[in-house]
């Protein structure tokens, strides 16, 4: 099961949404911050995604008359804007191993889950994985870092989120 589809509570019952699930394994394993101005910088990690999100989904379920041109902006425009703004927000805010430069939490968990379900996925990483890195390097390296070191267990473990 991946976090983007549901998690099964303490209470037996079943969570959803990828955002609010990380946000409470985090908040419930010491993992997510307490100070208001730490909360603010791992919640734009939240917001970051929330944004990608909206352009990838409207170009996803665009009408089929409309999909291939709908890609062709988001991979040429939409995403590669995206992504040089998150990489000004990293490099100047972030660390190169953790998103608040002092220990993994939630804003990476988020980040790692939501990349490699989306953009590095086994089945889009051709079309989507190839944007990435020109458009934000720093942050590929992070990802590159977490991925293949402390998420690496995990990653290859889990079953693939479908598509």
Known sequence: MCIRDRYMG?????????????????????????????????????EVINDMRSIVTKAWFSPPEQKEEAMKKL?????????????????????ENAWDRNSIGFADILMVDWFTSIFLHPDRVATFGAVVEPNAPTFKKYLDNLINGPFKDYLSSRPVCPQ
Do not use: M
């Open 10 to 46: 303490k209470n037996g019952k079943f969570q959803a949404q990828q955002i609010p699930i990380v946000r409470w394994i985090c908040q419930t394993h010491n993992l997510y911050p307490t100070d208001p101005d730490h909360v603010y910088h791992v919640e734009v990690a939240t």
């Open 75 to 95: 991979l040429a425009e939409e995403v590669p804007l995206q992504l040089k703004s998150l990489e000004n927000y990293f490099t100047q805010n972030c660390g």
